[in-house]
């Protein structure tokens, strides 16, 4: 077991402060990693709130996680020291139910999460990325390719996969008629993957303020939720809408955008959502559908895609001991795009 320094939720509306705990003895095919980078998700809030009502406490948050291999075990085959690794949502799953071996490991019931998660073995809760470095099985570590600047690839391990996995799904490209609902963490690389993937790309947004960005982003048109006229003006006009927004909302003034067969994909609020017009929902045949994260494999095609085409968050580095804040401006919209925690403020402690 090695002792690791991270930074703990112990009570749902408590702040963040320093743990000592210690980090499991490497399995035959685990890797220990050196954490260099940990990214800040609205989810990582979520769970220290226990906004869902399920968090073990202490909580230590972080699944969007870059480092370097520091060790491995005596199993590993794809992994040697000094290799630069990633680690998204996931740590373990059960490798042999039908969902695993379709490659959508996200959706296996015996996953185990990065943080607040069962161990598969010892039932132990994990710890996540808000810390010096950790322990993952093999399956579950991602290689960072080297054309990626790591400072800026963080996010694409939850936010990245997260939209990028639904757009892969429901075959956005050439031509796709794009709206991405919140210009957040997951929004904003929702924009960048689907105009790096061709599609003619709309933000709407709560936020006037973010207009500019939105098309420095990639986004052709910018659309204010708060505009009734425009919302009407644009029914109908989309094939693919992504909702970012992370608590209850009304989906029918989104529903009303879709065309033809169109889809809108719910990633963000894990929650009842207000009731749904029947009515809005069959004309032009349209969908609701919902997406989680993404599997391994997918996880490592979308970083590989993000090598060729350039594709990184937009990134406000922190120090682990701002996590505080960065939590309290996070919820109250102040990012551009995600904060990312620069783990050298935990060395040395
Ligand atoms: P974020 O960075 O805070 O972005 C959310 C964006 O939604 C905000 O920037 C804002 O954009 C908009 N927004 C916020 N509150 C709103 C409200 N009350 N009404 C309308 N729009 C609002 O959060 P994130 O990290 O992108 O995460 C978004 C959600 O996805 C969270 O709930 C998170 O837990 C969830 N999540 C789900 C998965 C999954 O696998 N499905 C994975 C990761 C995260 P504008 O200023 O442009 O309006
Ligand atoms: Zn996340």
């Known amino acids: ?6 930074y703990a939720a112990h009570e749902a509306h408590g702040t ?23 990214g800040v998700c609205h989810s990582d809030a979520h769970q220290c709130h226990d906004d869902w009502n399920n968090t073990v406490f202490p909580c230590v948050p972080g699944h969007e996680i870059i480092g370097h291999v520091t060790a491995v075990g005596s199993a590993v085959s794809r992994f040697k020291v000094g290799d630069q690794v990633a680690v998204g949502c996931l740590v373990d799953s059960c490798q042999s139910c039908a969902c695993c071996a379709d490659h ?10 990065t943080y607040n998660g069962k161990d598969r073995l010892t039932q132990a809760i994990t710890f996540g990325g808000y810390s010096q470095h950790l322990v ?3 399956q579950f570590v991602l290689r960072v390719p080297a054309a990626l600047d790591p400072s800026r690839a963080a996010p694409l391990l939850c936010a990245g996969v997260t939209v990028w ?109 207000e009731p749904i017009h029947g009515g809005l929902l069959m004309r032009n045949n349209r969908s609701i559908a919902g997406s989680i994260i993404g599997g391994i494999q997918a996880t490592q095609e979308m970083l590989e895609f993000c090598a060729e085409h350039q594709v990184l968050a937009d990134c406000e580095m922190i120090a682990m001991q701002d996590i505080n804040s960065a939590f309290a401006r996070m919820q109250a919209n102040d990012v551009k795009y995600r904060f990312v925690i620069d783990m050298a403020s935990l060395k040395g402690q």
């Not at 959508?104 to 999460?113: M, N, P, R, S, V």
């Not at 936020?207 to 505009?227: E, T």
């Open 136 to 138: 993952v099985r093999e």
């Open 104 to 113: 959508q490991e996200q959706l296996c019931a015996g996953i185990t999460a």
């Open 16 to 38: 963040l402060s320093p743990m000592t705990f210690e980090r499991r003895a490497l399995r035959a095919d685990d890797v220990a990693i050196d954490i260099a980078y940990c």
């Open 165 to 273: 996995n639904p757009m892969r799904k429901f075959a956005v490209g050439q031509g796709t008629r794009v709206a991405v609902v919140g210009l957040g963490g997951l929004g904003h690389m929702g924009v960048k993957f689907a105009a790096a993937l061709g599609a003619e790309v709309t933000v709407i947004t709560t936020s006037p303020s973010k207009a500019d960005d939105a098309r420095a982003l990639g986004a052709r048109h910018v659309l204010l939720s708060s505009d009734p006229q425009a919302m009407q003006a644009a029914a109908s006009s989309f094939d693919f809408i992504l909702d970012t927004i992370p608590t209850r909302h009304n989906l029918n003034p989104y529903l009303m955008l879709l065309g033809r067969d169109g889809v809108l994909t719910l990633v963000g609020a894990i929650e009842p959502l």
């Open 1 to 6: 077991m090695t002792t690791c320094i991270g």
